[in-house]
């Protein structure tokens, strides 16, 4: 997987998909709520476990590294199965401006499109890109939730998003 539109990952990725995610957490600790350190204690199989259990998309540069990375949670219990999350979206600093952040929302979203009504997700408030990559696709704001992530000793409000798609 090089290049090119963005794929699905399978299980066989997990040690790409770590480093990505786990640079992701390290470098934007304020915009992700899970923690790099935690993430960074799980063993290869969890990582190979959330590529089974989520879809996540990416691209892959010429070595072979991803660039970056979209993820759709899909609910499974009946009265949820209508709604997914859009979560994890993250552009290596040398692809951001390239078009890769567009691409792999994309790809979320069509693989959604038919079998979901509702996509939502959550960002920080003030993270300018993200929030206009998502009213790009026209996801809207529905709430605040305020000192959503405290990340040393700062907190930080999430705008929570939806898009209707059915
Ligand atoms: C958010 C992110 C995925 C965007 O990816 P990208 O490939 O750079 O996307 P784009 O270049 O298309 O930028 C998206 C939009 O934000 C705009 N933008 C980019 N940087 C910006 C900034 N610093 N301030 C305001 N707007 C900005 C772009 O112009 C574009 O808007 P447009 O479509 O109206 O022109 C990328 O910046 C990233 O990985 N950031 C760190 C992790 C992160 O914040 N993830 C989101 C978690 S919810």
Not at 24 to 32: G, M, N, S, Y
Not at 48 to 73: H, I, K
Request: charged share 25%.
């Amino acid at each position: 997987m090089t290049g090119g539109p963005p794929c699905r990952l399978g299980p066989d990725d997990a040690a790409a998909f770590r480093a990505l995610r786990l640079e992701a957490l390290q470098r934007h600790p304020e915009v992700f709520a899970a923690d790099f350190a935690e993430e960074a204690a799980r063993p290869l199989d969890w990582f190979a476990e959330r590529l089974a259990a989520n879809e996540v998309f990416a691209t892959a540069g010429p070595d072979g590294a991803l660039l970056g990375m979209a993820g759709l949670m899909r609910h499974a219990t009946a009265k949820l199965r209508h709604k997914a999350v859009l979560w994890g979206v993250y552009v290596r600093e040398e692809a951001r401006g390239t078009g890769l952040g567009p691409a792999l929302v994309g790809a979320a979203l069509a693989a959604a499109r038919g079998s979901i009504e509702e996509v939502r997700l959550t960002v920080t408030a003030g993270n300018e890109a993200a929030i206009r990559l998502y009213e790009g696709f026209g996801f809207r704001a529905y709430g605040l939730e305020e000192r959503a992530l405290r990340v040393a000793g700062r907190d930080y409000d999430d705008v929570l998003m939806a898009l209707r798609l059915g």
